[in-house]
């Protein structure tokens, strides 16, 4: 069974840094595109940024010349470099994973269970 587990949240200072990981399991044959997504209180789950397998990336206009995504391919891990972390960066991040689990013919959306990101003024 594939599975997404997020690591790297945590509190930090306003103009900080952090670096989320999340890890795919669980029997892969390929993995498509990845992404960040977060969901702060009340508010609607939001792209932060996407990342093809040959990797081309997205971002939220919220977040460009800030955040970086990046992938290994070889690992089945995602990433996500925060710097200069704002207030309004707090939220519930989560990780998004559109793959093939190995023996199907089919794709599907694997996401992690999220991890929090709190950012204090």
């Known amino acids: 069974q594939v599975q997404l587990v997020e690591s790297g949240g945590g509190l930090v200072q306003a103009g900080g840094s952090l670096r989320l990981s999340c890890a795919v399991s669980g029997g892969v044959f390929s993995i498509s595109v990845m992404g960040w997504y977060r969901q702060a209180p009340g508010k609607q789950r939001e792209l932060v940024a996407t990342?093809?397998?040959?990797?081309?990336?997205n971002y939220a206009d919220s977040v460009k010349g800030r955040f970086t995504i990046t992938r290994d391919n070889a690992k089945n891990t995602l990433y996500l470099q925060m710097n200069s972390l704002k207030p309004e960066d707090t939220a519930v991040y989560y990780c998004?994973?559109?793959?093939?689990?190995?023996?199907?013919?089919?794709?599907?959306?694997?996401w992690g269970q999220g991890t929090q990101v709190t950012v204090s003024s």
């Open positions: 998004n994973a559109n793959a093939r689990p190995t023996g199907w013919t089919l794709r599907t959306d694997y």
């Open positions: 990342i093809t397998g040959g990797g081309s990336t």
